[in-house]
């Protein structure tokens, strides 16, 4: 998630510097676009992605193929005057 904060905030200087070099004031207005856009978008998708992975954590945490945690004990019969385990 930092680092889509990160490069949105960086994409609001790079990219009109990057379509100044490109295009001259046509470029300048472009990048400036894109730098704003990627600003609001990129936060946005980092927080989307921490949510989605957070919740995909959790139902796999919940819903385990781990045979040892599906394992139930089978009765048990006691016979006799010992009460002797029978299998």
């Given at each position: 998630m930092t680092e889509s904060v990160f490069s949105g905030v960086t994409d609001v200087v790079i990219k009109p510097y990057e379509g100044?070099?490109?295009?001259?004031?046509?470029?300048?207005?472009?990048?400036?676009?894109?730098?704003?856009?990627?600003?609001?978008?990129?936060?946005?998708?980092?927080?989307?992605?921490l949510v989605?992975?957070?919740t995909e954590?959790?139902?796999?945490?919940m819903t385990s193929?781990?045979?040892i945690l599906k394992m139930e004990r089978k009765p048990r019969a006691f016979y006799g005057k010992f009460k002797f385990v029978t299998i």
């Open positions: 100044t070099k490109k295009n001259d004031i046509k470029g300048f207005g472009k990048g400036l676009f894109q730098g704003l856009a990627g600003l609001i978008i990129k936060p946005v998708s980092g927080i989307l992605e989605s992975k957070t954590g959790i139902k796999n945490t193929d781990d045979p």
